[in-house]
């Protein structure tokens, strides 16, 4: 008896489907990325753009590009409405709220970051909380305090209230980036000779340069920018400062566009020039601040 052998015709092994990388499995493609960057570019420098075309056309004109350009809108609002005063008034309590916040969450933030001391936690979440709180609620305790100390109606109440508001904000910033320093570098000044405070400034101070760009631009921008409290707390005409000053160009049965805008475009300059010089530290500053310690 012979037994029949029966060869099955073998099936082709499938091939085997092509991994993915991770980089291609996560590939977009160029137009989902510039389509939407290019609606929001749209939407952002077209008010940008009518403002400087109203702040730069001739007055009655109705072109849709500035030409020919004048300045006399500029002239306008600089000469005869006071811009250059408000101007002034501006700068000096950006610079001085810069100042004072910039000193004051250096001290605080070093205390902070190198000592330890009871109701450090509870201290430190009360000052996260105060940022929950409107300026709005505290115009009327405010005006009060400023009203018992003879502040009212002087630069000095927008420059108190700008820094109070400020200072939590820059203590956690400047606390965080303190403690990314190694205080191995203080012990070592400690050792050469250097007290506490010269080591500081030796040593610890000018590794915090990004850190003083973001808190210092962070108190400029915000005080050269407040409204409320400008008017709220000042009175006088010649203690205004720029924002009150565009809201002041704003007659009762009429609006002067082009005034208006040469006054935005006033306003919107040192802003820009300020994030032109700042942005490498900005970044930087903000990033090493936000560090969890």
Known sequence: MTVQTVHRPRLAASAPEPRLRGGERNKVSRWQIWVPLGLYLLFTLVPFYWMLVFAFRPRGSSSLLPWPITFDNFATVWNELGFAMFFKNSLMVGAASLIMTTVIALAGGY?????????????????????????????????EIFRTLGLVNSLWSLVIAETVFQLPLSLILISGFIKNVPVELEQAAWVDGCGRLRAFFAVVLPLLRPALVAVGSFAFIHSWNNFLFALMFVNEQEKFTVPVGLAYTLGEFSVDFGALAAGGVVAAVPVVLVFAVIQRYLVQGMSAGAVKG
């Open 111 to 143: 205390a902070l970051a190198r000592y330890e001391f009871r109701g450090k936690r509870l201290f430190m979440l009360g000052m996260l909380c105060t940022q929950f709180i409107p300026g709005a609620m505290m115009l009327i305790p405010l005006f």
